[in-house]
């Protein structure tokens, strides 16, 4: 009886959530160039937490005390848009920031992401606001406004989850698209690589 009782106590095991790009390759071989550095991401003060935050509508939002962020948002988001960058643009190059071993880089991509919003059964919604900057002279290279919902298949976290993910694939097809149009600002000067 004191068993039962035991485990009628306790607690839910948390579970673990990272962000996995599936944005395909840009079907040529990834070529090394100027270090390109994305981050800083910022985000809405509500989603800086490891919890995930789900949208209830009408302006409420729902912690999920035991489904967690595996590391911090800002840092899951720069390493999934890294990827993809990479992947979409054919530039290897294509760092998460910061790096413990590299400075601030050549280039660098800056985010803002002014909305995030995850309504389980309903939609996913990302609204994010990008820079291209050179770094040693702070030149705006490119920058870009990303907007956009998609309706969810299914219920729950791992449905909602997914489509985020179908936003972050688009968002880094926007974003890679000026390192395919001007290789000039990524590729190493003739002779030097």
């Not at 949208?55 to 948002?73: C, H, N, T, V």
């Not at 050549?106 to 770094?135: K, M, N």
Request: hydrophobic fraction near 45%; include cysteine.
């Amino acid at each position: 009886m004191l068993l039962l009782a035991l485990a009628g106590c306790a607690s839910p095991q948390a579970r673990f959530y990272s962000l996995e790009s599936a944005s395909a390759a840009s079907g040529e071989p990834a070529q090394f160039g100027k270090r390109v550095m994305l981050g800083p991401v910022s985000l809405p003060a509500a989603l800086d937490r490891p919890q995930l935050v789900l949208d209830d509508g009408g302006g409420r939002l729902r912690l999920q005390e035991f489904d967690r962020w595996s590391a911090p948002l800002d840092r899951l988001l720069a390493q999934s848009l890294t990827l993809a960058v990479s992947r979409r643009s054919g530039v290897a190059s294509v760092y998460a920031y910061p790096q413990p071993t590299m400075d601030g880089g050549d280039l660098r991509y800056a985010l803002d992401v002014r909305r995030l919003s995850l309504q389980p059964g309903r939609q996913a919604a990302l609204e994010v606001v990008w820079q291209l900057q050179g770094v040693s002279d702070g030149k705006l290279l490119a920058a870009g406004s990303f907007s956009r919902s998609i309706p969810l298949a299914a219920p729950g976290v791992d449905a909602a989850l997914a489509g985020l993910q179908s936003l972050l694939d688009a968002l880094s097809g926007e974003m890679a698209q000026p390192l395919r149009q001007h290789p000039e600002w990524w590729q190493p000067p003739a002779g030097r690589s």
